[in-house]
């Protein structure tokens, strides 16, 4: 059975840093995409960051993180993680750790988030 | 960057009624949508992959239909546990992944 769990969450200044992490089990870590997905107190879901199957060094983030958040993996120890800089109000939610399913054709990749964690979370306030 | 829009916001609907939920894409995503369900204090969960797709696990009275701009999910028959909240997401162009705003089943 998947199982994500994700630490690392708290509280946080503005322009603070925090690094989460994601424990990975159940599955062949090293074969999957894997995401970070945000829920903001009473609201919807937002993607922010893509990292490929080790291997695969492809990364992607939403604009509102690009230069502030890195996302990383090490498949040697099952965990993803998410380096989180010049953290700003706006940040404040759930972050989700997310598993990636689907694939590719044509020189392009479809991936759905098959397995989430339980999340942390990450308020930004002084 | 493609919006995705949920309709309605709620939906009220008695228990062993069929609730339709409908999600819009700005531009056209192919089958690449995918449905999930959330409930209060959890994580969402997949039920739904390639428009029409059920995830494992999931049951029968639920349904995906559409393709292009246009889609729909169906719960056949409304159990006690179907009430929460479910999201579409669209995962053809990207980055970014998009979600819809989500739509409240609740019990009327």
């Known amino acids: 059975e998947v199982e994500l769990v994700e630490s690392g969450g708290g509280l946080v200044q503005p322009g603070g840093s925090l690094r989460l992490s994601c424990a990975a089990s159940g599955f062949t870590f090293s074969l999957y995409s894997m995401n970070w997905v945000r829920q903001a107190p009473g609201k919807g879901l937002e993607w922010v960051s893509y990292i490929g199957s080790s291997g695969d060094n492809t990364i992607h983030y939403v604009d509102s993180v690009k230069g502030r958040f890195i996302i990383s993996r090490d498949s040697a120890k099952n965990s993803l993680f998410l380096q989180m800089n010049s953290l700003r109000d706006e940040d404040t939610a759930l972050y989700f750790c997310v598993k990636g399913m689907g694939y590719c054709s044509g020189g392009s990749c479809y991936n759905w988030f098959d397995s989430w964690g339980q999340g942390t979370l990450v308020t930004v306030s002084s | 960057e493609i919006v995705m829009t949920q309709s309605p916001a709620t939906l009220s609907v008695s228990p062993g009624e069929r609730a339709t939920l409908s999600c819009r894409a700005s531009q056209s995503v192919n089958s690449h949508l995918a449905w999930y369900q959330q409930k209060p204090g959890q994580a969402p969960r997949l039920l739904i992959y390639?428009?029409?797709t059920r995830a494992t696990g999931i049951p029968a009275r639920f349904s995906g239909s559409g393709s292009g701009t246009e889609f729909t999910l169906t719960i056949s028959s409304l159990q006690s546990e179907d009430f929460a909240v479910y999201y579409c997401?669209?995962?053809?162009?990207?980055?970014?992944?998009?979600f819809g705003q989500g739509t409240k089943l609740e019990i009327e």
């Open positions: 390639g428009a029409s």
């Open positions: 997401q669209q995962y053809n162009n990207w980055p970014p992944y998009t």
